[in-house]
């Protein structure tokens, strides 16, 4: 269902790196910094991590990885921003992260001198499918609004296989998207 989406309108600002191990994924902590507004709704960058495999199915194509961006509005309302990625280059926000990994779940690390720009794990074009759904994957949670961007980004296969030494594989199993109602942008 193609319809006149708002723009996605990102204003996200680079912070010193706070990472966790979750026990489930590698998650990096943002401040209050980062934002995006999208129509009248405003929404405040709380964290991003990762999920091996992608659990997204689009056009047919299966994605050995997704980031989640999770947004949380003024009223408290969530909304993640799924990034997909495929095989190709090295990503370069993974090559920084994937070093500085804790090796326990043991909660937040500052590296003050390491700065993550958040931009960096946004794709060029910023066509996106919206949906309501659910996630049942720690640590994603019900009562999520979803932003899938169309463009994904990539990851090469060392970086997949360096992610996956860490973590054990955290999506949920593949939902077709076509069995939920999706609004797609231009
Ligand atoms: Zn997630």
Known sequence: MRQDLPPLQFAYRSAPLKIANDGHTV????????????????FTLQQFHFHTPGGDRIGGE????????????????LLALAVLF?????????????????AQSDGDHSFPAVEIDPKALLPT???????????????????????????????????????KTRFADNARAVQAVHQRVILESP
Request: overall charge positive; aromatic content about 10%.
């Open 125 to 163: 074009a910023r066509a996106y499918y919206r949906y309501l759904g659910s996630l049942t994957a720690p640590p994603c949670t019900e009562g999520v609004q979803w932003i899938v961007m169309k463009q994904p980004l990539t990851l090469s296969p060392a970086q997949l296989a360096q992610y």
């Open 27 to 42: 998650r990096v902590r943002f401040g209050p910094g980062s934002a995006l507004r999208i129509g009248k709704e405003f």
């Open 86 to 102: 495929r095989l190709g280059p090295e990503n370069p926000t993974l090559q920084t992260l994937l070093p500085l990994v804790p």
């Open 62 to 77: 299966v994605f050995p990885m997704v980031a989640h961006l999770l947004h949380k509005s003024r009223s408290g309302q």
